[in-house]
């Protein structure tokens, strides 16, 4: 980290970004990009698409800089349109909430022989988009329900219900496993 990272505010940060400061731009970019790239990937399933929601994501950012107002952590703003680009990406041309019968039975997925930290990510990444997305989001990125309802645009009933089967097939999937 330069010293001129280190000195400078998160509101200075920000003034210099919508100034057009080119090196305080790619020092927020670095800041977040590990942690929403992460965040992408978690929610599409899919390293190709997780590029595509970051880079989507911080052109959202930093045209929309000057509307940042405060209210919540920078950090906190960044992640919300993540999400949100994320979950737009997901619903573009397809059905993101499945009905549970759409749902393949776990034992058609293939997960190796062991249960570890890279078993129990894939299979998280193999449960449907929607289920995928509400787990995300409030078991492991810490949302409350209704946060998650405003967030995707769905009720909290949803939400709920989403996060329900979402760990209904996560046991199901893991229990073969244990």
Not at 28 to 57: C, H, P, S, W
Request: glycine share 6%; charged share 30%; aromatic share 12%.
């Amino acid at each position: 980290m330069t010293s001129y990272q280190v000195s400078m505010t998160e509101k200075e940060l920000v003034q210099s970004c919508i100034a057009d400061d080119r090196l305080a731009q790619k020092n927020l970019y670095d800041k977040y990009k590990k942690a929403m790239f992460t965040l992408a990937y978690r929610i599409t399933g899919d390293f190709e698409a997780a590029n595509d929601v970051l880079q989507e994501g911080f052109v959202k950012v930093f045209r929309g800089l000057a509307n940042f107002r405060g209210d919540s952590t920078l950090g906190a703003w960044i992640k919300t349109i993540i999400v949100r680009t994320a979950y737009s990406h997901l619903r573009k041309g397809k059905e993101f909430f499945e009905p549970v019968e759409n749902i393949p039975p776990s034992s058609q997925v293939d997960w190796g022989h062991y249960l570890d930290a890279e078993y129990l990510e894939k299979a998280i990444l193999s449960l449907p988009e929607g289920y995928r997305t509400v787990f995300t989001l409030v078991e492991i990125e810490g949302y409350g329900h209704k946060e998650v309802a405003e967030l995707l645009g769905i009720s909290e009933g949803t939400s709920k219900s989403q996060l329900f089967y979402s760990k209904k097939r996560l046991r199901e999937i893991l229990k073969d496993q244990v």
